[in-house]
T-cell receptor, first 112, second 113 residues
Framework: SQQGEEDPQALSIQEGENATMNCSYK?????LQWYRQNSGRGLVHLIL?????REKHSGRLRVTLDTSKKSSSLLITASRAADTASYFC????????????FGGGTRVLVKP | DGGITQSPKYLFRKEGQNVTLSCEQN?????MYWYRQDPGQGLRLIYY???????QKGDIAEGYSVSREKKESFPLTVTSAQKNPTAFYLC????????????FGEGSRLTVL
């Protein structure tokens, strides 16, 4: 499968701690995106990082991309209870046409 | 406000019945997508459309059908041929296809009784 794989599947942390989750994939990409999903809701876009970029920041979010290792990480700093959600990476594979392929997600629980 | 509207939010269906899920967007996006999500899982692509009157099968198109007669609308029909249709269905749109951000609706939860 070309699907991105997130690791870990679930993460439980205390408020104020950092949360890191990883995404690995198998074939060349044009870009990689991260999305957030609150329970029972639609997905919300967080960050898009292109294959020629190595790091991007947005507020408390930091995304890195290592194309040599075919992996990306999402770091949430100083987590809050409101960050409790599932986080998904989505990849635009070069050979796949104009569509995004989503991974299985990381479920993050931030305890107050 | 601009966005994507999915309806209905909840739907119950008897086995053997077809059901159509609505997806409407007023973002003037060319590309639209349908994904299926099972409990605790990621999203799997059912169908996508890059332009009006054109659409392509995704990874799990069997038992589903779509149409794209208008730019704003991309309805999904879950047919009786879909063996396990109980799931959460998400519609999305994008101005740049997979090279850009996807905007998602709030989803439709289908339960087959």
């Amino acid at each position: 499968s070309q699907q991105g794989e997130e690791d870990p599947q679930a993460l439980s942390i205390q408020e104020g701690e950092n949360a890191t989750m990883n995404c690995s994939y198998k074939t060349s990409i044009n870009n990689l995106q991260w999305y957030r999903q609150n329970s029972g809701r639609g997905l919300v876009h967080l960050i898009l990082i292109r294959s020629n970029e190595r790091e991007k920041h947005s507020g408390r979010l930091r995304v890195t991309l290592d194309t040599s290792k075919k992996s990306s990480s999402l770091l949430i700093t100083a987590s809050r209870a409101a960050d409790t959600a599932s986080y998904f990476c989505a990849t635009d594979f070069k050979a796949a046409g104009n569509k995004l392929t989503f991974g299985g997600g990381t479920r993050v629980l931030v305890k107050p | 406000d601009g966005g994507i509207t999915q309806s209905p939010k909840y739907l119950f269906r008897k086995e053997g019945q077809n059901v159509t899920l609505s997806c409407e967007q007023n973002l003037n996006h060319d590309a639209m997508y349908w994904y299926r999500q099972d409990p605790g899982q990621g999203l799997r692509l059912i169908y996508y459309s890059q332009i009006v009157n054109d659409f392509q099968k995704g990874d799990i198109a069997e038992g589903y059908s779509v149409s794209r007669e208008k730019k704003e609308s991309f309805p999904l029909t879950v047919t009786s041929a879909q063996k396990n249709p109980t799931a959460f269905y998400l519609c999305a749109s994008s101005s740049g296809g997979a090279s850009g951000e996807l905007f998602f609706g709030e989803g439709s939860r289908l339960t087959v009784l």
